[in-house]
Structure formats: structure tokens, C-alpha cells
């Protein structure tokens, strides 16, 4: 996947820092990966992995300060996002690329009727009339099972799950092509969980629109996801088809993930927790960032930079210790 | 075996400008000493002011609550305060529930304090005891809730609920707020002490897969009932409440090969105030009928396996 040419999406050697006081933050560092349109990524990994920082950086919405991006490209259809001229980023987000975030409490207006936040993308992006503008805001609320009459409510007389489906609405008001979305149901109950999932998996057939999925939870990436990539300390440590790191987890720390969480089928007397701590990003550790809690790690690890090598077509992982995964 | 906690026909009632808030209405149950008893259900279906009835953090509005068989529904001033020893509670927010005044050493010895058996040095001695007991390095003796992680905070928070070596501890979700990793070496640290200590759990989780790991007993609570009681590996092997087959059938799985029939809910949780007297699943359920509008009671339809559903029988076939 990595270098496939005239990937839809294609991100290059991105690095993100933060200045927090004296400190610098190492949010992201050296992230690459391609998507191919109508393909969904799953960004998988624990909090302050850099998963967010990644899809903020593409949308170009860190702020600035204290974030920063060092280095890297982001090809959308070719073009350089982190390049373009911020008049023309505006044109981008919310047509083009779209995102939805984890809490659907905060990402709405508290005091705009939620039919006007969604024309409001809409009139920004399209040369629509008002009632041209009303319609499509009623049909979008209609696609994600929303009555069209509730266009006049306010996002507080909306429970947990339809706000989501809210906001939502409003990012695919504009049929954007590339969809991010930051941890979307995580704020759910499982119930209503397992409906947003269906509708999204059936809007991403629909529209055909290519997704990033970021997520902590690997069972809902595997339901969503084609490919996968299991971030650490700011870096992919394995990224493949989303067969090739379910059935054939190979860095450590995905190994370790799948050991660490109860399962629902699965008689585990006792987990497998990973020991230690994530890494503090100020201050990573030498060499492969995970060295501390890995059980494979020898002096190798911890003094030469890993690189990310191919393991089996397609299949990419972080670490020199791993075997070649079995079929 | 005999019960360490039971509660008999309890409920909680809270008085809102709307109406009655039925949090948790006429709920029974005991849990034996040693084992841990999962309540699981989604927000707002009252699992934790359940909780907090029992260990009475809350006052109930009716039933009663025995504990070593004795009636503690209405406890003395004295008496509660004994309680409190015996019953404790880990919080799921480990960010607020921790003092951020207050160094790790105090934190844990406060309630030493409070009981006032203890001298300055015994007390010392117990909290480094404690320490080591849950694992958190003596060189953060002194150092305060913000210096600390999640996982470490959490650690806190159990060593201070263990601090008077209580007899039952409800946990509160006491994982939710911990990324996997961490989570794993909380859940396994929980399980270490119950073998240790002979601790009897109270665990309210929304998180089917984390309570079928540490349960022994089940009981899924939907809108303040219970609608499904059951041993753990009967639950899951056969859920027979509505409810319950479309709660497990939603939980994502990190297993793609598991084909799965999955039962999409409509709707979501009606609201709890003023609620009607037949089955409060009954508006999101697929086989509701005209005599679920009666009150449903919790029936034994397998050996141990409890249920409050009418049609339980047609529905499963049984």
C-alpha cells in the first residue's frame, strides 16, 4: 500500500510537534499511508498515540500555535493540501473532506436550530437558494433516519445517538469525498452504537466516500475498516488489509492490544496486559519507541531507529524481532 | 452459601419538575461472599444509583437491604459508619474522585484516619502495606493526583477503598476511563485482590465484554429493572430476554471472521420518569405484544436463570 502511486489520499512523512511551555511534544513523526477512494483506514491505537493530531494535520485545523507541522505532505488527488493557500483550504473542508467528531454534545451549536447548522455547509459550498438549501437538508436528515420535521429542533431536545447522526448529516451535506471520523460512537451506548455503525457502513456504499476511521475500539474497526493502521507513539507500527493484522498480528504492540481486551467469545481466565505505560511524548524513548514495554526488546531496539518494513505483500509492521506472520 | 449483600423489592425514586424518576424500581437480588455480581446495562437504566443505594450513598425510597444477613435499610448514625467500613466504592473517574490537594499517602490514609484505631506510625505502615498491594511504587508516596496517570489514579482509588479491609466493594466502572492497556492491568489487579482479600464484588459496567470476563452472576437492568439474572456463562451461552439478545448482538467483536446476526434496535431508552406499568423494553422489542403492556415479573425459566418477559417461553422456543 505504501508508495502505491495516485493513491486518492496520500500521506507523506508527516511530523507534528507541539510546544507545550520549554517542552516539545512529539505528536506525530514520520506518519505515511495511502487510501484509495472508497476504501475505508482505520487508525487504531490508545490516547496521545497521535491518532487525532494525524487527522486534524489533513483537514490543516491544528492550531497554530502550539502545534506544528514540521514536515510532510498530504496528497489529496494530488494536490498538497498542507501547501494550498488557506483561501482554498476553506473550499476544501466540509465539501471535499469532511469530519466527525467524538463528542456530539460539543460539536454542535447550542443555539442554532440543527436544519440551519446544516445549510449553512451547504450554502457555503454550493450556489443554492434557501429552499433549495432546506430540501437538501431535509432529505440528508432523512438518509440518516431523522425525521425531516425535527430541521427546526435544537441540539439539546436531540438524545446522544441522534445528535450524532446530526452531525453526521452535516458531513456528508456537501457529498465530500474523503470522510474522517474521530472516535464516532465511542460517546454511545452499544445499542445505538450498533446503529450508527449500520449507517455508516451503508452511507459509505451509497456515496461511495473513502474513510478514515479513528478508533481505541478494534472491534468496531474491524467492522468498518478495509486496511488498518495501529499507531504508536506517533508512528504506524503495523499497517495492513484488515485480514492481514487480524489474522497475523505481528509488532508486539498489536499483539499486545488483542491480549489486552476481554473478549466477547473468548474464555481468557486472565488478560494479557501490556506493562508499563505509554510513552511520554515529550521524552520517547531511544530507538524503537515501544522498547520499554516490549517483551521482545534487546539492545538493537533500544539504539537504531526501526524502520517500517514489508512483511508479506501488502502488510507492513515496525520491528526487527517479529517473524514473518504465519498464514 | 450464604448471601453477603441482598436487596429485597429496593427502589429509588427521584422527584424531577416532570414527574417521578423511576432510577431503580423494585429490583431483588443477593450476591454470595467471595463472588462478583455484574449489573450491565446503557446510560441512564439506574445500575449506578443502584450502587449507591446499597452502600448507601444514597437513601432508598422503598425495599430493603440486608447485608450478612442483617436489615441495614435504615442504619443508626453509629451503625452507618461501621458500614461504611465494610462497604466500599471505586468510582470510574479516576480524575475526580481523587483529592488534588491531597499527596497519594494521604489520600490512601484518610480513612485510617477517620476510624481512629490507628496511630501515626501504624498508619504509615498500612498505607505503604497498601501501596505495594496495588502496585504503585513508594517513591510517589508523595506525589499528587495530576503527577499521576489514569491507571496510577485508578490504583489510588483502590487502595483507599481497601484501606479498612471492607467485606464488598461496588465498582463503579471502574475501567471506563482507562485506555486498553491500562485496563487490562486494573481488571487483573481487581481479580488478584479477590483472591487475596476474599472480596465480594458489585460490578456496574456497560461493557458486556469486561463484565462476562469478571462476573460470576449477571444482571442486565433495563430502564431501573432488572430484565435478565443469570450466571455468567449461561447468559452468554443462551440470553433469553429481548433485551438482552440485541444488547449482545451489538457489541463489536475485534473477530473478523465471526459472522454475526445482528438485532438493530429502533429507538432508544424511553424515558424513566413516570414510566408505564407493562415492560419498558416493550416499544423498542420486535416480538412486543398486547400483554406486554402488563407488569412483567422476574420468573426463573431455566435452573438459575431468571427473566422478566412474557413471551420469553414462545419466544425462544423453550
Do not use: W
Amino acid at each position: 500500500m505504501v508508495n502505491s502511486n495516485g493513491a486518492f489520499l496520500s500521506v507523506r512523512d508527516l511530523v507534528v510537534e507541539y510546544t507545550a511551555e520549554d517542552q516539545v511534544i512529539h505528536a506525530v513523526n514520520g506518519v505515511s499511508f495511502d487510501l484509495e477512494r472508497g476504501k475505508t483506514l482505520g487508525l487504531v491505537g490508545e490516547t496521545g498515540a497521535g491518532k487525532t493530531s494525524i487527522a486534524k494535520t489533513i483537514l490543516r485545523i491544528l492550531p497554530d500555535p502550539p502545534a506544528r507541522i514540521r514536515n510532510g505532505e498530504v496528497y489529496l488527488d494530488g494536490v498538497d493540501l498542507l501547501k494550498l493557500p488557506e483561501k482554498e483550504m476553506r473550499k476544501i473542508r466540509g465539501r471535499k473532506v469532511s469530519m466527525i467528531f467524538q463528542d456530539p454534545m460539543t460539536a454542535l451549536n447550542p443555539i442554532m436550530k440543527v436544519g440551519s447548522q446544516i445549510a449553512e455547509v451547504i450554502s457555503l459550498h454550493n450556489k443554492v437558494s434557501k429552499r433549495e438549501a432546506r430540501e437538501r437538508v431535509i432529505r440528508m436528515l432523512e438518509t440518516v433516519g431523522i425525521p425531516g420535521d425535527r430541521a427546526d429542533d435544537y441540539p439539546h431536545q436531540f438524545s446522544g445517538g441522534m445528535k450524532q447522526r446530526v452531525v453526521i448529516a452535516m458531513a456528508l451535506a456537501c457529498n465530500p469525498e474523503l470522510l474522517i471520523a474521530d472516535e464516532p460512537t465511542t460517546a454511545l451506548d452499544v445499542t445505538i452504537q450498533a446503529q450508527v455503525l449500520e449507517m455508516i457502513n451503508k452511507l459509505k456504499d451509497e456515496f461511495q466516500t473513502s474513510m478514515i476511521m479513528i478508533s481505541h475500539n478494534l472491534g468496531v474497526v474491524a467492522e468498518v475498516c478495509d486496511d488498518l493502521a495501529v499507531v504508536y507513539a506517533g508512528e504506524i507500527v503495523e499497517l495492513g488489509s484488515k485480514e492481514a493484522v487480524f489474522d497475523r498480528p505481528t509488532h508486539p504492540y498489536t499483539v499486545g492490544l488483542f491480549g489486552a481486551v476481554p473478549n466477547l467469545y473468548d474464555d481468557k481466565e486472565r488478560l494479557s496486559p501490556i506493562i508499563g505505560l505509554p510513552p511520554d511524548p515529550s521524552n520517547l524513548p531511544s530507538g524503537c519507541h515501544f522498547h520499554p514495554r516490549c517483551p521482545l526488546a534487546t539492545e538493537e531496539c533500544r539504539s537504531q531507529k526501526i524502520p517500517l518494513r514489508e512483511i508479506e505483500p501488502g502488510h507492513f509492521c515496525r520491528c526487527i524481532k517479529a517473524t514473518r506472520p504465519e498464514g | 452459601m450464604s448471601a453477603l449483600v441482598e436487596v429485597r423489592n429496593l427502589k429509588k425514586y427521584f422527584e424531577t419538575p416532570r414527574g417521578m424518576l423511576h432510577a431503580v424500581d423494585d429490583v431483588s437480588f443477593s450476591i454470595e461472599k467471595g463472588k462478583t455480581l455484574g449489573i450491565v446495562g446503557e446510560s441512564g437504566c439506574g445500575k449506578s444509583t443502584l450502587g449507591r443505594v446499597m452502600i448507601h450513598l444514597l437513601d432508598s425510597t422503598g425495599g430493603s437491604i440486608y447485608f450478612e444477613g442483617e436489615d441495614i435499610t435504615n442504619p443508626g448514625r453509629r451503625k452507618l459508619r461501621r458500614l461504611r467500613e465494610d462497604m466500599q466504592i471505586i468510582f470510574q473517574d479516576p480524575y475526580s474522585s481523587l483529592n488534588p490537594r491531597m499527596t497519594v499517602e494521604q489520600t490512601i490514609m484518610e480513612p485510617l484516619v477517620i476510624s481512629g484505631r490507628y496511630s501515626k506510625k501504624e498508619r504509615q505502615r498500612e498505607a505503604e502495606r497498601l501501596m505495594a498491594m496495588v502496585g504503585i511504587d513508594q517513591r510517589l508516596r508523595l506525589s499528587y493526583p495530576h503527577e499521576l496517570d489514569g491507571g496510577r489514579r485508578q490504583r489510588v482509588g483502590i487502595a483507599r477503598a481497601l484501606a479498612l479491609n471492607p467485606k464488598f466493594i461496588f465498582c463503579d466502572e471502574p475501567v471506563s476511563a482507562l485506555d486498553v492497556s491500562i485496563s487490562a492491568q486494573v481488571l487483573n489487579l481487581l481479580q488478584d485482590l479477590q483472591d487475596q482479600c476474599g472480596l465480594t464484588y458489585m460490578f456496574v459496567t456497560h461493557d458486556l465484554s469486561v463484565v462476562r470476563h469478571i462476573s460470576d452472576d449477571i444482571c442486565v437492568m433495563y430502564l431501573g429493572q432488572i430484565v435478565e439474572a443469570s450466571p455468567t456463562k449461561e447468559l452468554f451461552r443462551q440470553p433469553l430476554h429481548p433485551y438482552t439478545q440485541a444488547l449482545i448482538s451489538a457489541v463489536p467483536v475485534p473477530d473478523i471472521h465471526r459472522k454475526k446476526q445482528r438485532i438493530i434496535l429502533e429507538g432508544e431508552i424511553t424515558s424513566p420518569i413516570n414510566p408505564k406499568p407493562g415492560c419498558r423494553f416493550a416499544a423498542r422489542c420486535r416480538y412486543a405484544r398486547e400483554e406486554c403492556q402488563q407488569p412483567q415479573a422476574l420468573e426463573e425459566v431455566l435452573p438459575g436463570h431468571r427473566v422478566a418477559c412474557c413471551r420469553v417461553r414462545e419466544v425462544n422456543a423453550l
